[in-house]
Nanobody, 118 residues
Framework: QVQLVESGGGWAQPGGSLRLSCAAS????????MGWYRQAPGKLRELVAT???????NYADSVKGRFTVSRDNAKNTVYLQMNNLKPEDTAAYYC????????????WGQGTQVTVSS
């Protein structure tokens, strides 16, 4: 059974930091590009950041320079370090595992809420 379990969400003040973690099980971790997506109320889910098994990263323009995605292949875990948080970062954050070979399956975590306010 595939499980992606996010943790680390919560409340932060503008300018603050949070670190999200996503522990994966039931998948061959290194065969997956891992990523973080977010969805604010009334908006579509959007890409935040992705990281390949080799460490190549991709970021949404809105988070470049503030967020850092990383992964520990030995621990089957992907992280999102979020610095200089802004109110517009408020959303539910979802971990994603995208298999990089046939059948190219996508898995999602249950989401963790991040709220940025003063």
């Amino acid at each position: 059974q595939v499980q992606l379990v996010e943790s680390g969400g919560g409340w932060a003040q503008p300018g603050g930091s949070l670190r999200l973690s996503c522990a994966a099980s039931g998948i061959t971790f290194i065969s997956n590009r891992m990523g973080w997506y977010r969805q604010a109320p009334g908006k579509l889910r959007e890409l935040v950041a992705t990281i390949t098994r080799g460490g190549m990263t991709n970021y949404a323009d809105s988070v470049k320079g503030r967020f850092t995605v990383s992964r520990d292949n030995a621990k089957n875990t992907v992280y999102l370090q979020m610095n200089n948080l802004k109110p517009e970062d408020t959303a539910a954050y979802y971990c994603n595992a995208a298999l990089q070979s046939f059948p190219y399956t996508n898995y999602w975590g249950q989401g963790t809420q991040v709220t940025v306010s003063s």
